[in-house]
Structure formats: C-alpha cells, structure tokens
C-alpha cells in the first residue's frame, strides 16, 4: 500500500519540479512580447498617442490595444479566442472550433494514411534488402521538396480528377507525416541485437515470427516517437493544404481571411487554434504510448 501511495506521490513532485522552469519560461515570453509590440506597433499608433498627448500611458494603452496592430498584444488574442470559441455556437462558420474540427478530420485521415504508409514501407526496406539501397534515397529525397510547391499541383490534379475537399488535404498531411513514421520504423526494426536475432533462428522462427515477436515490440518506442512528430507535421499539412483552395473553412482559410482583411489578431488567434490541436495530438499520442508500454511491461 506504502509502494503504491509512493508512485502518484513521486509523480506530483515530478510535475511540480517541471512546473516552475515552464511557468517562468512563459512569464518571460509574455513581458517580452508585450515590450515587442510597442515598436511594432508604432507605425500605426505614433499618431494616435501624438494626438493624445503622449505619455507613457497612452504609448501603452494604444500599443497594446490597436484595432489592427502590426503584432497584437497577448491579451487581444486571448480575448478574440474567447469570443471565437465560447461565444458562438461551434457549428457556426464564426467559431475557431468549427474551423479547428474541418483542419482536425483531415489531419487524422492523412496521419492515419501516413502512419500506415510509413510502417508499410519500414517493413520492406528491413526484409527486402535492395530496397533499403533503392528505395531509402527516394524516401529521404521527396521530404527536399518544398510542400508550398507540392500542395498547388496536388490540389489540381486530384481536383481534375473529381477529389476535392478531404481527400487532397489528408494526401497532403500523408506525404508530410508518413517520412518520420519510415526513418523510426527502419530504426526500431533494426534494433534488436544480433544475439536475439540469432536465438530467433535457433527457435527456427519465420520472418513473419520474428518481426511480430521480436522486431515489432522491440520498435514500440521508436514508433510512437516518430508518431509524435508526425501528428504535428500532419497539421501542418492540412493548413497549407487549404491554402492554395481558397477554402472557406479551416484554420489555413482563417488565416486567409484575417490576411484579405488585415485583421491580424485574427490570424494569431487562428494560428494559436492550431497550436493548442497540435498540442493535444501530441499528447494523446504520449498518453497511448505510456498505456501501451505500460501493457507491454514496461516500468513506470
């Protein structure tokens, strides 16, 4: 009962030690964000605080309050981001979280195609030798592409082809994700010691034995490693991939209609939307991996 008290107990003081280094790292952001945006900003308000006399007072409460500012203080974003996402019914076009909900369905379709694509492909190149001379380069040599040039020609040519709205987002978020999902396949798959392996033979076990008793439970760490950077790339490709449609949902639309209308605050509330789902990804990905390590035996 002792030992058992003693885990959730280490673990809160764990949390706690990593607390405050974070905690601190965020209070410096904001002080120097918030001393940033008064020269920013002050190609649009010197002839406002002119006008009302300057003053230190003044400086600041324009600074940090323009309508349209160059760089919109913390507290605007917060706000915009109250009132986008509990302000307005979730199903409405105004809502950050129906924007977030169009950008999250095509990240999810195109990391799961990815994360398929990139297992798939870490199983040949480890069981079909020339694969990893032929294929590897290629893999290495698409991610030198710049996605910005790939997303226009991908959105025409499967929009030719009657694709439109999911399926080439997700294709996008797919070619993104899937590179991190094969270099830590390859990895994990190969890091059983030579001693296991050759236990392996002894047992006169199959390839198909060997990679799903060995190979595969031996890769579990790098996997979800790789996963973790996947999701957030996942995103990324998703935004950039409504960028070239003009679409008129997700946060990549958002982010063009603050930027049509100049209203910044807007676009960094957009921005801190994709943030915070990329963020929970990540977790949630964090929160299987512990799960499934936990069932596989591992130590807490």
């Keep these: 009962m002792g030992a058992t008290a003693a885990i959730p107990a280490k673990a809160r003081t764990r949390a706690e030690g990593q607390a405050l280094p974070v905690t601190v790292i965020c209070l410096a952001i904001l002080i120097v964000w918030y001393l940033a945006a008064i020269p920013m900003n002050s190609v649009v308000t010197a002839a406002k605080i002119e006008a009302a006399g300057g003053g230190l007072g003044n400086t600041l409460h324009f600074s940090w309050n323009e309508a349209r ?3 919109p203080a913390p507290h605007q974003i917060a ?19 129906y924007h977030g909900w169009v ?22 190149i480890v069981h079909v030798r020339f694969l990893s001379k032929s294929l590897m380069p290629w893999i290495i040599a698409s991610q030198t592409i710049p996605i910005l040039a790939i997303a226009p020609m991908v959105i025409v040519v499967l929009g030719s082809l009657g694709f439109t709205g ?5 294709l996008i978020s797919m070619y993104l994700c899937f590179f991190p999902v094969t270099i830590g396949m390859v990895k994990g798959l190969t890091s059983p010691e030579p001693m296991q392996l050759d ?26 490693t790789s996963l ?19 679409a008129i949902a997700g946060i990549g639309a958002r982010l ?29 990905v964090g929160a299987a ?12």
């Design 289 to 300: 991996e512990r799960i499934t390590l936990r069932r596989m035996g591992a130590r807490p």
């Design 69 to 71: 500012p160059v760089i």
């Design 199 to 224: 236990l392996m033979r002894t047992y006169n076990a199959s390839l198909s034995q060997v990679l799903w008793k060995l190979r595969f439970p031996a890769s579990v760490p790098f996997l979800f």
């Design 79 to 97: 706000a915009e981001l109250w009132k986008s996402i509990f302000t307005v019914k979730p199903w409405l076009p105004k809502s950050l979280v």
């Design 228 to 246: 973790k950077v996947a999701v957030a790339i996942a995103l990324t490709g998703a935004i950039v991939g409504e960028l070239p449609t003009g």
């Design 103 to 124: 950008t999250l369905s095509s990240t999810l379709l195109g990391f799961a195609l990815g994360a398929l694509l990139g297992i798939v492909l870490a199983i040949a």
């Design 166 to 170: 999911l399926v080439p987002k997700s």
């Design 256 to 284: 063009l209609q603050g930027s049509y209308y100049g209203q910044t605050v807007q676009i960094w509330a957009a921005l801190f939307m994709g943030s915070f789902i990329a963020a929970g990804l990540v977790w949630l």
